[in-house]
């Protein structure tokens, strides 16, 4: 990659032949994120960065992976690696994939188009927000972009029945329902930067209720009128699955016992995860709980990681841990902040070529080879041993 390209903005960095403009170099996300913050105005900043309540479990979702070592290896042949992992059919040649994240028009001026083509460019899926600022049909007119689809449950199901029916129509490939939101945590920073919408910017997937636009959080014009169904049940999962083809993954679970009952329900998927510390505060995090999940399932399912991802060991810890592949969301909307889809690619990029780097130093040639070997012994969670689990 070119990086070294001086010109009047600073440094510019090619990918892709998209040329993004940086005061200094990008070697890591953790650069994105601190050009983010002098691109974003402070409600934005404040939004991707908020956790819920006291932000324990924000802080906790990184120091739990900072603290886990790798056991490196030597004398190894890993001349060759392969990264690629297939997930419902698809086959993946690494194993991330973009998280959902609402309102990223917030972010940058394309927004989720953006987000698609950054996606698209590094064959990752990318899943979109129920909450999206741009409409899913919109976002699948993107050329190459592989697309799953992240559900909030409507108090009126009819609409979210027609809201099913559009995405699958569309070609979106897999549903994800988030299971861990009867309600919005409670967000101090994110309310003492004052979120809102701004003019122009609307939860288009809700139009036809009439609630895309709001400026009081998830109550529009004084109503107590939520857009989130605190009723959701496992009959709502099994209406869910009724009513689509798309395989359905069950995203905001960390109990054990969730987890088995999904896997006696024959739910396609699960996504371990806290919603990225911005629900309940003082839970575990994300990769703490996983290895409990991927226990309690057994291999009958696949199983992913959503929360902390910063570095491509972690990517590797969450594999050794039983995870498939993983998700990111503030690394790429940092991406997005500051170079749109070339931002994202590179973010990818990154975040690949250190994994990449991982995998060769611990004597791993493919992600088959990852398990718990790859971890320190006294840092590697208990667990029974790694299953195989079924795409």
């Given at each position: 990659?070119?990086?070294?390209?001086?010109?009047?903005?600073?440094?510019?960095?090619?990918?892709?032949?998209?040329?993004?403009?940086?005061?200094?170099?990008?070697?890591?996300?953790?650069?994105?994120?601190?050009?983010?913050?002098?691109?974003?105005?402070?409600?934005?900043?404040?939004?991707?960065?908020?956790?819920?309540?006291?932000?324990?479990?924000?802080?906790r979702n990184r120091e739990c992976f900072d603290r886990m070592l790798l056991q490196p290896r030597v004398l190894v042949d890993v001349s060759r690696l392969d990264t690629s992992v297939e997930l419902y059919g698809?086959?993946?040649?690494?194993?991330?994939?973009?998280?959902?994240?609402?309102?990223?028009?917030?972010?940058?001026?394309?927004?989720?188009?953006?987000?698609?083509?950054?996606?698209?460019?590094?064959?990752?899926?990318?899943?979109?927000?129920?909450?999206?600022?741009?409409?899913?049909?919109?976002?699948?007119?993107?050329?190459?972009?592989?697309?799953?689809?992240?559900?909030?449950?409507?108090?009126?199901?009819?609409?979210?029945?027609?809201?099913?029916?559009?995405?699958?129509?569309?070609?979106?490939?897999?549903?994800?329902?988030?299971?861990?939101?009867?309600?919005?945590?409670?967000?101090?920073?994110e309310k003492r930067a004052g979120f809102h919408l701004p003019e122009g910017i609307e939860r288009e997937n809700l139009k036809p209720l009439g609630t895309g636009a709001t400026k009081a959080g998830h109550f529009d014009k004084g109503k107590k009128y939520s857009?989130?169904?605190?009723?959701?049940?496992?009959?709502?999962?099994?209406?869910?699955?009724?009513?689509?083809?798309?395989?359905?993954?069950?995203?905001?679970?960390?109990?054990?016992?969730?987890?088995?009952?999904?896997?006696?329900?024959?739910?396609?998927?699960?996504?371990?995860?806290?919603?990225?510390?911005?629900?309940?505060?003082?839970?575990?995090?994300?990769?703490?709980?996983?290895?409990?999940?991927?226990?309690?399932?057994?291999?009958?399912?696949?199983?992913?990681?959503?929360?902390?991802?910063?570095?491509?060991?972690?990517?590797?810890?969450?594999?050794?841990?039983?995870?498939?592949?993983?998700?990111?969301?503030?690394?790429?909307?940092?991406?997005?902040?500051?170079?749109?889809?070339?931002?994202?690619?590179?973010?990818?990029?990154?975040?690949?070529?250190?994994?990449?780097?991982?995998?060769?130093?611990?004597?791993?040639?493919?992600?088959?080879?990852?398990?718990?070997?790859?971890?320190?012994?006294?840092?590697?969670?208990?667990?029974?041993?790694?299953?195989?689990?079924?795409?």
């Amino acid at each position: 990659m070119d990086a070294d390209a001086r010109g009047p903005a600073g440094p510019l960095i090619n990918v892709a032949e998209q040329v993004i403009s940086v005061p200094g170099p990008m070697i890591n996300v953790f650069d994105y994120e601190a050009q983010s913050r002098e691109r974003l105005t402070r409600m934005a900043s404040e939004y991707i960065a908020s956790g819920a309540g006291d932000e324990i479990t924000l802080r906790r979702n990184r120091e739990c992976f900072d603290r886990m070592l790798l056991q490196p290896r030597v004398l190894v042949d890993v001349s060759r690696l392969d990264t690629s992992v297939e997930l419902y059919g698809e086959k993946l040649e690494f194993p991330v994939l973009l998280a959902p994240c609402a309102y990223q028009k917030l972010f940058h001026e394309e927004g989720e188009m953006e987000a698609a083509r950054g996606a698209a460019a590094t064959g990752a899926p990318y899943v979109v927000s129920t909450f999206a600022s741009t409409a899913a049909e919109r976002i699948a007119e993107v050329p190459d972009a592989s697309l799953w689809f992240q559900l909030y449950v409507h108090p009126d199901h009819g609409f979210t029945e027609e809201l099913i029916q559009r995405v699958e129509q569309s070609g979106y490939r897999a549903l994800c329902v988030t299971v861990d939101t009867p309600m919005l945590g409670i967000r101090d920073r994110e309310k003492r930067a004052g979120f809102h919408l701004p003019e122009g910017i609307e939860r288009e997937n809700l139009k036809p209720l009439g609630t895309g636009a709001t400026k009081a959080g998830h109550f529009d014009k004084g109503k107590k009128y939520s857009i989130l169904d605190p009723a959701i049940t496992w009959k709502t999962i099994e209406w869910i699955r009724s009513r689509t083809k798309m395989p359905v993954l069950l995203k905001g679970v960390l109990s054990a016992e969730d987890a088995a009952r999904a896997a006696a329900e024959g739910i396609e998927g699960l996504i371990v995860s806290n919603h990225g510390a911005r629900n309940l505060d003082t839970v575990p995090a994300t990769i703490e709980a996983l290895p409990r999940i991927t226990d309690a399932v057994e291999g009958r399912m696949p199983v992913l990681l959503d929360g902390g991802i910063r570095r491509g060991t972690d990517v590797l810890k969450a594999l050794a841990c039983g995870a498939r592949a993983v998700l990111i969301g503030r690394p790429y909307l940092w991406g997005l902040a500051v170079g749109g889809a070339a931002g994202i690619q590179h973010v990818m990029e990154m975040l690949r070529a250190e994994m990449r780097a991982a995998m060769m130093l611990c004597g791993t040639t493919s992600l088959g080879e990852i398990d718990q070997k790859v971890l320190w012994a006294k840092d590697a969670p208990a667990r029974q041993g790694r299953r195989e689990p079924r795409a």
